[in-house]
């Protein structure tokens, strides 16, 4: 099994929000790899994602082709084991580069890396914009979230802030291809890395 996420999704524009977990389908699609995990964050049911799981949908469907230079991700999940992947990502048409997205992957015996994934529609290959390194949170029900401001990254995990990295992106709107796929709890066919997690039904956000 693959690490799957609880997951909240949230991206923030200003005042809008775009749910990512809205790419999943009620019923489910595959009930062998997507499930309702009962014990999600403050006892709110969450979705779950098994290995194999094949949650995607037109990125025009959730997200606008364009986002702004200040922005905000929120995501809830619960690893289940210490192996990474990719809890969301926008990949172009060709499935080789990630627009958008955050992977987790261990680092040493007791630590993990949290990447944000941020590539132009132009961009030849994924571009990782930031990388923070936390204590190894696996099995527990975690909140984190990346705020984006024209010169900084910051992380915030359990509504505590754990560090700013200074980012310099050109230019500094992110314009997506209009045929680009959001992908949950994986990067698609061709990079994939899926993650096995159950999500959150409110946390995995873009504002």
């Not at 790419?23 to 006892?43: N, R, S």
């Not at 210490?82 to 499935?95: E, I, S, T």
């Not at 995990?157 to 994986?186: G, H, M, W």
Request: a negative charge; one cysteine or more; aromatic letters at 14%.
């Amino acid at each position: 099994m693959v690490n799957a996420p609880g997951f909240i999704f949230i991206v923030q524009l200003l005042f809008t929000e775009y749910d990512l977990l809205q790419a999943v389908e009620i019923p489910f699609l595959d009930p062998k790899t997507q499930y309702i995990d009962g014990e999600g964050h403050d006892g709110f049911p969450a979705f779950g994602f098994r290995a194999g799981s094949d949650v995607k949908v037109a990125l025009r469907q959730i997200l606008p082709e364009k986002l702004p230079a200040e922005f905000s991700i929120w995501i809830s999940a619960k690893l289940k084991s210490r192996r990474g992947g990719f809890l969301f990502a926008v990949v172009n048409p060709y499935d080789t580069v990630v627009e958008l997205g955050v992977k987790i992957a261990p680092e040493g015996f007791s630590n993990t890396v949290i990447s944000l994934f941020y590539s132009n529609a132009s961009a030849v290959n994924s571009q990782v914009i930031a990388n923070f390194s936390l204590p190894r949170f696996h099995g527990k029900w975690a909140r984190f979230a990346f705020q984006l401001t024209m010169d900084e990254v910051t992380l915030f995990f359990n509504c505590n802030e754990v560090e700013s990295v200074s980012i310099k992106r050109e230019p500094a709107e992110l314009q997506f291809d209009s045929a680009s796929t959001l992908y949950i709890a994986q990067a698609g066919p061709t990079l994939s890395e899926p993650f096995e997690v159950p999500h959150s039904k409110d946390m995995c956000n873009v504002l």
